[in-house]
């Protein structure tokens, strides 16, 4: 039974398996520099506006100082505001 056992293991070695990654298309790369006319707005006020003109997938809105995790996202805008809501910095990633 243990012969089995093995023998289906090694063999299950020796398939090929499917690759995810290539399958699934890369995402747009946002591009921030199209969104810099809105430094100094209201980021609650244009955050839509700015995914879409970035063209975005993901849009990642924080105050500056606040911690946030340093994965890269090609296709995240990141809005980083003031204490008041206010747009002081748009970039991607």
């Keep these: 039974m243990k012969a089995i056992v093995a023998a289906a293991v090694m063999l299950a070695g020796c398939t090929t398996m499917d690759d995810a990654t290539s399958a699934t298309p890369a995402p747009a790369a946002c591009n921030a520099a199209a969104v810099q006319d809105l430094l100094g707005k209201s980021a609650t006020t244009v955050q839509a506006a700015a995914k879409q003109r970035a063209?975005?997938?993901?849009?990642?809105?924080?105050e500056s100082g606040s911690p946030v995790t340093m994965d890269y996202r090609a296709d995240r805008l990141n809005i980083e505001t003031d204490a008041g809501g206010t747009i002081v910095k748009l970039s991607c990633g």
């Design 55 to 62: 063209g975005a997938a993901l849009v990642r809105t924080y």
